[in-house]
């Protein structure tokens, strides 16, 4: 590992879900399975009606299944060929359109402009763009491809920074009879950069599964929907429409595109 904040350092866009798929679902079900994402699903389809709905960063369809189930057509992309290898496995995925590739650029993607009713990402995915430009980017061409009155919806952490002690932390994020889960992280709070390695180690040994995070701030994410022409409509502190508040740890943002 180089140094912090190198821009060469950060993962590409395919090594966080070639390298987790294997246990992504069952790593993740405990606190974000099916209850969070029927709850997402629901908000996102009275958002989208019948779609087309575009996910950024399918995975293996945690939201995109039930959201397709609640009657929105899904297009989902994703640059892991291994996440969409496990999606393509379970039951309703063939009603998804589903595509490999990078979501940072959505132009050479083959999507007609302005067809969408939503285009949404969530559980942090966002921030998995490497830094500013590349975030802007995105928005940039989230806008281009919304129908007039189509909107960008995207769920992600408020940053903390106090969770860091001297630019790092390592935390237990679980314990089994016979596995321990450690979440080793560095952080760059001028390129608003996490970099976290979670550690399995059990009776196989340790297994790595990276993850680089490039964080931003609701206020941040405001502008870079200003610069792409789209205006702030809702924001929430959770799919079941909490409040936002200063004690929010997450935020449902809901930005529009204006009817031309
Ligand atoms: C945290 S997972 C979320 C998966 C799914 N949306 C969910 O909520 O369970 C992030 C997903 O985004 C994908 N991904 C990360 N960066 C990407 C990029 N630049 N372009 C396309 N997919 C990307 C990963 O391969 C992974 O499947």
Redesign the pocket.
Known sequence: MGGIGEESDFLG??????T??DI?DDL?SPR?GQAA?VS?ADFLHGRAGAGPAL??????????LPLAASGTRVI?????S???DKLREKPGSADLELRL????DLTGDGLPAQSLSLVY?????FF??ADQD?QVRCFASVAAALRPGGVFVLEAFVPDTTRYDRGQRVEVAGVAEESVQLNATVHDPVAQRVRTRHLVLGPHGVRTYP?DLRYAWPSELDLMGRLAGLELTERWGGWAGESFTAASATHVSVWRKPEA
């Open positions: 866009p395919a090594v966080y879900g070639d987790i798929a992504y993740y974000h994402a997402a996910e950024l960063g399918v995975g293996t369809g945690r939201v995109a989902g992309i994703d640059a892991s291994r996440m969409l590739g990078d979501f940072g990402v969530v559980f942090n995915t998995m763009l590349a993850v």
